[in-house]
C-alpha cells in the first residue's frame, strides 16, 4: 500500500467510448503525475499538476484529458481512443519541496478495442 | 535533465549482493541520482537516492564515484523477490518535474 489508490484497475473500452482514470494520493503530496506504459517500453511521462496547476503536457494527444480538481485528486478523462493507446496507466505523486521520491499506484490497464 | 544508461539485464543468484551500475555522465552538480524498481505490472517502488556521497538504506545501498559520472545501486543478499526491472534517474531536486525513467535494467535474481 503506497498512500496511491488507482481505480479501475482493469477497464475495456471501444474506440468510441467515453470513461475516466481516477487517481487518490492519501499522502499530502502536493504535485500528481500520469504516465503512460506500454508494452516493453519506458514509463512515457504524460502530465504533472503541482497544487492543482499544470506544470507539465508532454505532447499528449487531445484524446486523453488530464483534470485536477484538488490536490488529493487526479482524472485522465478518455475519449475516442485508439488501440495503440492500450497501456499500463501510472498515477504517482511526491512532495516536491521534499526529497521529492515518487510513489506510484499500481495502476489502471487500459484496452481499446 | 542528464541521460543515464544501464545494461538491458543481468542475473544473479539468490543470496548473493547484485551490483546494478548507472552511467550518468552528463550529471550536472546540483542533480541527484535516483533508483526505483518496477516488479512486474507493477507501479514503480522508490529505492534510494543520493547527491554525491554514498548512501545506505534498509532496501539497498548507492555508491556514487567521485566525479559523479556513475553510480551502483547494491542489493546486499539478493532474494526471488528482488527480481524486476530497476531504474536510474538524474533529477534536480527539487522543483523540477520531468522524473524521465529509461529502459532500466531487468534483473532476474535465480535460485
Known amino acids: 500500500e503506497t498512500g496511491v489508490t488507482q481505480t479501475p484497475r482493469h477497464l475495456v473500452m471501444g474506440m468510441t467510448n467515453k470513461k475516466s482514470l481516477k487517481c487518490e494520493q492519501h499522502?499530502?503530496?502536493?504535485?500528481m503525475y500520469w504516465y503512460k506504459q506500454s508494452a516493453k517500453k519506458p514509463l512515457e511521462l504524460m502530465f504533472v499538476?503541482?497544487?492543482?496547476?499544470?506544470?507539465e503536457n508532454n505532447s499528449v494527444p487531445s484524446r486523453f484529458s488530464p483534470e485536477c480538481p484538488n490536490s488529493s485528486h487526479l482524472f485522465l478523462h478518455l475519449h475516442t481512443l485508439q488501440p495503440e493507446d492500450s497501456a499500463l496507466y501510472l498515477c504517482?505523486?511526491?512532495?516536491?519541496?521534499?526529497?521529492?521520491?515518487?510513489?506510484f499506484g499500481e495502476g489502471s490497464r487500459l484496452t481499446v478495442l | 535533465d542528464a541521460k543515464t544508461t544501464q545494461p538491458p539485464s543481468m542475473d544473479c543468484a539468490e543470496g548473493r549482493a547484485a551490483n546494478l551500475p548507472c552511467n550518468h555522465s552528463?550529471?550536472?552538480?546540483?542533480?541527484?541520482v535516483y533508483w526505483y524498481r518496477q516488479i512486474h505490472s507493477q507501479g514503480p517502488q522508490y529505492i534510494i537516492h543520493?547527491?554525491?556521497n554514498n548512501e545506505t538504506n534498509e532496501m539497498a545501498s548507492l555508491i556514487i564515484t567521485e566525479d559523479r559520472k556513475s553510480s551502483t545501486l547494491i542489493l546486499p543478499h539478493a532474494t526471488l523477490r528482488d527480481t524486476a526491472v530497476y531504474y536510474c534517474i538524474v533529477r534536480v531536486k527539487p522543483g523540477t518535474y520531468k522524473y524521465i525513467f529509461g529502459t532500466g535494467t531487468r534483473l532476474k535474481v535465480l535460485a
Open positions: 499538476y503541482s497544487l492543482e496547476e499544470r506544470v
Open positions: 499522502l499530502g503530496h502536493n504535485a
Open positions: 552528463t550529471i550536472s552538480g546540483n542533480e541527484y
Open positions: 504517482a505523486s511526491n512532495e516536491d519541496r521534499n526529497t521529492g521520491e515518487l510513489f
Open positions: 543520493g547527491l554525491k
